[in-house]
């Protein structure tokens, strides 16, 4: 393969989108190409900052109270049409269907069983006087605990500067795998965030069990899961400030 | 199916792609509230389909009727027109400059500004635009994005490289100080 004919297919070779046949042949050329390599770099940089920079915009409070309110039930099908601005042909007569529309537009907790693991895993490491594993307020001494323990390298940042003291971390075991458990303090309330590799991107999503408050959200190649007895504006807070890039320098 | 079937149905499979859904709109409206407007008609007009929903990718399904709606939208509300794009539609088949091969261009830098990578992507032209939210934001697969944005697999493959490559080049033209 040569360069004019590889230089249509680094697109679909950087999306993982080629045959396994015509992957062999772009990487074979790859390799012996500085050229073609460069554009596989600078397309993965691309790539990269577009899914760091570029705004995941969750669906917002608003949004799910319009629908819990506007989406048609059986009851209240005509009022919606009257309320709901309609752009577009309008509801096709005779839509009826019954939706169990305060439970439909609760925000959607996931897996059930996963939330009960991380409220467990949560619980488990205040009662079993074994929070750290590593105990350390320096993230540059956390984050290299890992190496070695897991297989990836979990992002590690002090948030004292927020009001959110990192207190060390932990091996802990979610969803049939060893993740890496990091922990912050507010004030005399631990927060356990857990976080291992995942793909995709999604907002937020707040929940509670058993009392306790959790969040969980996919960014930057992450899975993520918040958990602690602070109140929940707290550690929305919290998770503000986690996803905020930390500032250059 | 019982109305409440479906209505358990309907809510499996939607209620968990509302995130994408609003992605989707926000991305090619640029605005908070007619996102929600277009979103809003997209659940609605998904319902009035459901019973021909037949698919088991709920996601791309979904998310084809909300840039459906998003393009009904756009023809009733003109003001949001190609205006919005800051960068021109390129005519088929004309080249577009490729900084790509030149690794010490300055785009390459300009990929840690947020703001202009914000400002790059929300400039292209919306067909370029969808393709780039649904690959990079929603990690679709070039089938899903040819089901949500009916057209072949191939022209998927073709539309993402040249949004990239507009990308590239709006990134290199876009200057630091710009708003």
Redesign the interface.
Known sequence: MDCAQAK?LL??YC?G?LSAGEAAGVEQHVRACA?CR??V???R????????????????D???A??RR???T?TTLAGARRS?????AG??AG??????AQ???MR?AGDGALTAEIVADHVRSLQANHLADVASTDQHTVKPWFAGKLDYSPPVRDLRSEGFPLEGGRLDHVDGRDVAALIYRRHQHVINVFVWPD?????P?ALSRDGYNLLHWTQDGMHWWAVSELNAAELQEFVHALRT?APAG | MS??T???R??QIT??H??A???LA??LTRD?HD???????A???A??Y?DSFRGDNGKSWLLSIVRN?FY??LE??PRHDAADNHIPLPAEGVEIADP??E?AETW?AR??D?RL??AA?EGLPSEFREV??L?????L??KEIAAVTDIPIGTV??R??RA?RL??AELEKLDGGRH
Not at chain 1, 45 to 60: E, I, K, Q
Not at chain 2, 35 to 41: I, K, L, R, S, T
């Open positions: 249509p697109d679909a999306d989108e050229k460069a554009r770099e600078a397309q940089a691309l790539s990269s900052a577009v899914r760091r920079h570029a705004t995941y915009h969750g669906a917002p608003t949004l799910r319009r629908l506007e989406l048609p059986e709901w601005r309609q752009i577009g509801l096709a839509v009826v269907a019954t939706l169990a439970v439909l537009w959607h793909t995709g991107a999604s907002a999503a890039p | 109305d409440s479906k209505a358990r309907f809510e209620a968990p509302l995130d859904a609003y992605n926000r991305w908070p996102a929600q407007d277009v979103v809003q008609e659940y609605l007009r319902l009035r459901f709606t009904t939208w009733q509300n790509a091969g690794p390459l990929l840690e947020q990578v914000r992507l780039l939210v690959r990079e934001l929603e990690d697969s070039y493959m073709s993402l490289s990239r990308l590239r």
